[in-house]
């Protein structure tokens, strides 16, 4: 077995035993994603507003999967995919449920290897997938895919502050060996492969409204947090020391690579 195909087995290794029992890392993750309302609400917002009338994949289909909203909103076609068979079988239950097993289709798939035509959809979206992938073939999978004016939408983890790494070295059994959180230069990479993009930054005093999740006055220091972070992440270099990013792709520039 390669080394490649060793790292994919542990992911899908890892994420099946997640999603099979996740009360671990719920406990420990928690408070701290208590803070996040607001990049989850932009992040959907977006989803919504370029899912009408689209061919849309999403990376990631177990819980707290996009794809059954995006359905609900007139989407031409919704493919969910994952290595983790444990989280396909999440989601066609919730289909069922929800009564969407004609909208949404859901597929066992590396999302470094896309296994779509070339130039056929419109949207291709994910929470917290990239950081578990290898980047360069990842994202050469996704500018084939993508139609010339397709878009791409993705949440997901900085690694440059030193508290939350230090947070991470303390609590490796919440999370995969192989993940590792985008650092500016992973932002760069990822641009560089489409003609219009915006990084949006999120989380940095506001990680202190945590401590308080739950009890009195959260949602006040909550907000005073993050008025705070619209100024300071507007900085360069501070903005860097950021939790989570929201990535808008548009344009993809390989999209004609006659290597598809």
């Known amino acids: 077995m390669t080394q490649s195909n060793q790292r994919i087995e542990r992911e899908k ?39 009408k009338n689209a061919q849309v994949i999403e990376y990631g289909c177990g819980k707290g999967s996009y794809a059954f909203k995006i359905a609900k909103n007139q989407a031409k076609s919704v493919t969910g995919i994952d290595i983790s068979p444990v989280a396909l079988e999440i989601a066609e239950q919730q289909a069922a449920v929800e009564n969407l097993q004609d909208k949404i289709a859901f597929k066992i798939m ?17 929470s917290g ?38 947070y991470r070295r303390l609590t490796p059994s919440i999370r995969s060996e192989d993940e590792h959180p985008l650092l500016e230069k992973d932002l760069k990479a990822i641009q560089g492969n489409f003609k219009q993009t915006k990084i949006h930054y999120f989380y940095l005093t506001s990680l202190v409204a945590s401590l308080i999740a739950g009890k009195p006055g959260f949602k006040t220091l909550l907000r005073g947090c993050e008025f705070i972070d619209s100024i300071l992440l507007k900085l360069p270099v501070i903005r860097q020391q950021a939790w989570l990013v929201l990535i808008e792709l548009e344009q993809p520039i390989k999209q004609n690579n006659p290597a598809v």
Request: glycine share 4%; charged share 25%.
């Open 13 to 51: 290794q890892f994420h099946d035993l997640r999603y099979t029992n996740d009360n671990e890392r719920q406990k420990k993750v928690s408070k701290f994603y208590s803070i996040t309302g607001s990049i989850t609400r932009e992040y959907e917002q977006k989803l919504l507003d370029n899912s």
């Open 129 to 166: 997938i990239l950081h578990h992938l290898d980047l360069a073939l990842a994202i050469d999978s996704i500018t084939k895919v993508l139609k010339p004016e397709g878009k791409a939408v993705f949440l997901e983890p900085l690694g440059h502050n030193f508290l939350i790494n230090l």
């Open 110 to 126: 590396n999302a470094e290897n896309l296994e779509f035509a070339p130039s056929s959809h419109d949207l291709i979206c994910g």
